[in-house]
């Protein structure tokens, strides 16, 4: 990269990639904007010395969600400014991205108006987490957004009893795999319900929809 303004584009449809690398290009003032569409092409095209002055990144990538990306990125190159882009309307994506350090979200249902808004909002050192056109009613359930025991507040044992209860493994079954007591299984189930205000394990499954259990 050089000291001009720069940027790089990640978006795994590459015209997609292309249209929002020229639209930087021509709208937004930028002198290089240059489009990827997989995780290695992004890390051979950055440049540490002279790092990109914005990277526009795709939620969600061929290998999953790209939170590893994104918080990477912003221990590499603090001062790059990083917006995170997703067509997904499920609300949770919004609260991963933040808790990647991210400095901007914007759906991919927003005009290009907004997005240069946006763009121009972050290069002032702004964050831009407002507005949005959501379309209602879309579906994404063939992705699952990563979540972690310590995120849902249960404990590490909790969770891997968690887990397995999402599988549809009775109690007997998780006490043997997890070589505890059934008492014991219980006993955690019971922790889970409560910690996730849930009645029963139908209802953890709903609540728990959408989203992986790591």
Known sequence: MTNTTSALVID?????????????LSHCGFGVALPVSDV????????PVNPPSLAVVDFWLPDGASLGLLELMKQRCPATRLLAISADDNAAVLDKVRMAGVDGFLHKQETPDIFGRAVAALLQGDNWFHGGTQSAGREFANKELPVTAAELGLTARQGQVLAMMLKGLPNKRIALNLSLSEQTVKEHVSGILERLGARNRIEVITKLRGRRLE
């Open 40 to 47: 290695g092409e992004f890390w051979a095209a950055l440049d």
């Open 12 to 24: 795994d449809h590459p015209l997609s990639a292309s249209g929002i690398a020229d639209f930087l």
